[in-house]
């Protein structure tokens, strides 16, 4: 694997904590699959090397970076290190896994984001072939929706679906569809993933599903990530819709505790 599209999660005593709290690491017992609505990071902040940028990513608007949304910037042996705020709680209804998975992947992604769809529809069920539903791995899923107005609203839409206990199911059938979002993709996802339209409707009005993408895409520009998909992989940082056998070193590793 390219070392250019990979850069190591700094996991120091306190910042560690952090970061194992927005990946939902069984070790801190958040809970199972379809569980209460959030668990909040009860440290100040995450740690996480200055990420670069690969071909297979989207890449973010330009100008983005850590310092934008006021994290700090120190020298070590390994490079610069961007120490950034607390995490925003963890949608547990945006989880898959076992709960006492030893290996957690958090994806941030954009509907309209086309690694995205593919890492979707190619990979994922690979992984979960081999990973997910063997109780190695459990993945939770973040917004970040850099792609224009309808890459958010079709945020806010997943929101509203996971609301009826039903993510998953639009994310796949939005996906199935391409990359372009429109209303009518929106409501015919909604459809296929079986919701009460009318909530649905309701809900990605709501106020509360508009705050929990701004704060997971605030999250993502204060971490410095260039693009779509992003990956933490135990907190290390893995870019772009990577061949299956990138993951499987990176979760492999994980396992190792490396």
């Known amino acids: 694997m390219d070392a250019g599209s990979r850069r190591r999660a ?8 952090a ?13 199972g699959e379809g569980g209460k609505g959030g668990e909040s990071a ?3 902040g ?10 297979a990513i989207s890449p ?10 006021g994290a700090t910037a120190r020298e070590s042996p390994g490079g610069t290190v961007w120490e950034g705020p607390t995490p925003p709680p963890v949608d547990m209804k945006l ?3 076992s709960a006492g998975a030893p290996v957690t992947i958090v994806e941030f992604g954009d509907f309209q984001c086309p690694n995205c769809r593919r890492y979707a529809r190619e990979i994922e069920p690979v992984l979960k072939r081999d990973y997910i539903d063997t109780g190695v791995v459990r993945v939770f899923w973040r917004d970040y929706p850099i792609r224009g107005e309808a890459s958010v609203e079709a945020a806010y839409a997943a929101r509203a679906a996971s609301l009826q206990g039903r993510f998953w199911e639009f994310r796949g059938a939005l996906f199935a569809g391409g990359t372009r979002v429109t209303a009518g ?11 009460d339209m009318a909530r649905f409707d309701r809900d990605r009005r709501g106020e509360a599903v508009r705050r929990a993408v701004d704060h997971d895409t605030a999250f993502a520009y204060q971490l410095g990530l260039p693009g779509t998909p992003a ?14 056998s990138a993951f499987r070193e990176a979760i492999e590793k994980a396992r190792r505790g490396g």
Do not use: Y
């Open 46 to 55: 995450t740690t996480v090397t200055s990420p670069a940028t690969s071909p």
């Open 95 to 97: 989880a898959k896994g």
């Open 42 to 44: 009860t440290t100040t």
């Open 10 to 17: 700094v996991l120091g005593a306190v910042v560690g904590a």
């Open 60 to 69: 973010a608007p330009s100008g983005a970076s850590p310092a934008d949304a």
């Open 19 to 31: 970061v194992l709290a927005v990946l939902g690491v069984a070790a801190l017992d958040v809970g």
């Open 231 to 244: 990956f933490l992989v135990n907190g290390e940082l893995l870019f772009g819709a990577q061949p299956v």
């Open 185 to 195: 993709r929106l409501r015919a996802a909604a459809v296929t993933a079986g919701l």
